[in-house]
DNA sequence: TACGTTATTGCAACTCGTTCTCAATAAGAG
DNA sequence: CTCTTATTGAGAACGAGTTGCAATAACGTA
C-alpha cells in the first residue's frame, strides 16, 4: 500500500473525504525530493488545478499531519516558515548560518536517542521532533576573526 | 563581572549605546526566573518605565542576541512565539503535548553532543539550538485509546 | 442512479508576532 | 557644552497562517 492509499485510508478512517484537491497535495508531497514549504506546495498545486486555493494547501497539510502522514519542521533559524515532508521519510535536521544563512543538512541517531530519553523517563509519545542549530559556518568563522582583527 | 556589566561591555564595544530602556531590559532578563516572550518582557518594562515601546524591547532582544548575551527559543509545538533567556543560563529544552497543550520542560546531553558533532564534522560554531519535541502525554495516550476503543 | 447530509472548498477578511519608517530624542566622544 | 549619530516611540506595515461564510461536492443510503 503505498503513501497516497494510506492517506485516502487514514482520511476517510477519521470520517474524511478524498478530495481532488487533496490527492494532488499528496501526490506532490509523495514525489517531492526535498522539503516543501505550503506555499511552495500550492505553486505546484496551482499548477495542477488553476483553482486550488492556498487555504486549502493549509487545510490539507493540517489535516495529513493530525492523521499522522505528514511531519512539519521548522528548517530556518528564524523559524519564519514551516516546511512539510512524508513521515516515513528520513527526517533531516539543519543547522543553518547566521551570517550568510547557508544550510547544513544533518542526520543524527542523537535527535532518536532524545526521543527515546523522554519516552522512558516521562512516558511521553514523541510524534514530532524540531532541531533547528544555528550559529557560523566556517567560511563566516574565518571572515569575522579577519573583521574583528 | 556581572551580566549587566558584560552587556553593557559588549553593546559599547560594538559601537552601541547603553540606554535606560536597555538597562530596564537587561535587568529583568538578568533576574527572570523562566524564559520570556517579548511581550512578557514588554509588560514587565513597561511597569518600570511606562514610556518604553514594544518595537524597543524587540530591537533590543536582537540586539542583545546578535552580540551573543541572549539566547532565543521556540517552546511551543507550534512555534508561534519566541522566548528569550540568558545565554549563561542553563539552556532548557520543551515537549508539548499536541492535545492538552501541557508543556514538559527537559535538559538532556546528549543536545551538547548534537552540537559537537556538527562542529566535529562540518566545522561549523553552533550558536544556539532550539529543540522542540511535541506528541502525547501519558494522559492524553490514555485518552486516545479509551476514544479509538 | 438520484438524493441528502455535511465535509470541504474558494475567497476575502482577519489574526498576531515581529519588523519597519520616520521624525524626535539623547548617548557619549571630542 | 556641542555635535554626530545611535536609539527611541508611535503607528503603519508585513507575512505566515487561520477563519467565517456561502457555494460545492463526496459518498452513504435509498
Known amino acids: 500500500m503505498d503513501f497516497q492509499e494510506r492517506a485516502s485510508q487514514a482520511i476517510r478512517d477519521s470520517g474524511g473525504r478524498m ?4 490527492q494532488i497535495i ?3 508531497l509523495a514525489d517531492a525530493h526535498e522539503d516543501l514549504d505550503a506555499d511552495g ?3 505546484q498545486a496551482h499548477a495542477c488545478d488553476t483553482s486550488i486555493s492556498l487555504a486549502t494547501v493549509y487545510r490539507t497539510l ?7 502522514l505528514v ?23 539543519h543547522f543553518t548560518c547566521r551570517n ?12 532518536q536517542q532524545i526521543k527515546q530519553m523522554l519516552e522512558m523517563e516521562f512516558g511521553v509519545q ?9 550559529g ?12 574583528g582583527a
Chains 1, 2 share one sequence.
Request: hydrophobic content about 40%; charged content about 25%.
Open 19 to 22: 478530495t481532488a484537491q487533496r
Open 26 to 28: 499528496v501526490e506532490l
Open 41 to 43: 506546495l500550492f505553486q
Open 62 to 68: 493540517n489535516t495529513l499531519e493530525a492523521a499522522g
Open 71 to 93: 511531519r512539519q519542521h521548522y528548517n530556518s533559524r528564524d523559524h519564519d516558515r514551516k516546511v512539510y515532508q512524508l513521515i516515513e521519510a528520513d527526517a533531516g535536521y
Open 100 to 111: 550568510c544563512r547557508r544550510v547544513i543538512h544533518f542526520e543524527s541517531a542523537l535527535v
Open 126 to 134: 514523541v510524534m514530532n521532533a524540531c532541531v533547528c542549530m544555528d
Open 136 to 147: 557560523l559556518c566556517p567560511d563566516c568563522q574565518t571572515a569575522q576573526l579577519i573583521k
